[in-house]
């Protein structure tokens, strides 16, 4: 299934259904979402004004692929317009080891280039993680 930015996706869950945006294709990943806020018993009316408020997480999931097969019950919902702080594609972080397994740097990705940085400060240590979250993995999350 083939999902373009905007897209408003219902997950259905044990606590409520989730709704997700996608906020971005990449053309070497799966799909950028973000999780709205909130566990819902119904839809929402209005996913425009769920759309404008403040992510739960974000990650990059093969979303398309896990409705077409099944991995999870959910759908396309609706679409809404993405806040505009959020069109620019997210910065992902991902920790470089040592070989004691210590962290010995951090590498920021913006979906074209690479950047370090030794240690993460209070805006960098909570970007998501640059990383293929799985379906199992995200459904988790959401609970």
Known sequence: MKLNPGDIVEIETESGNAYVQVTHNHASYPEVVRVLPGRHANRPEDFGLLARSKSDFVAMLPLGG??????????KVGTAA??????????????????????????????????????????????????????????????
């Open 82 to 143: 993405i806040p505009a702080e959020l069109k620019d594609f997210p910065t992902f972080r991902m920790p470089i080891r040592d070989k004691q397994g210590g962290i010995a740097y951090w590498w920021l990705w913006d979906g074209e280039g690479l950047n370090y940085v030794t240690e993460l400060d209070a805006n960098s240590a909570d970007l998501p993680m640059r990383e293929v979250m799985s379906v199992d993995t995200f459904l988790k999350k959401l609970a």
């Open 66 to 75: 896990a409705i077409e097969n099944k991995r999870m019950k959910a759908s």
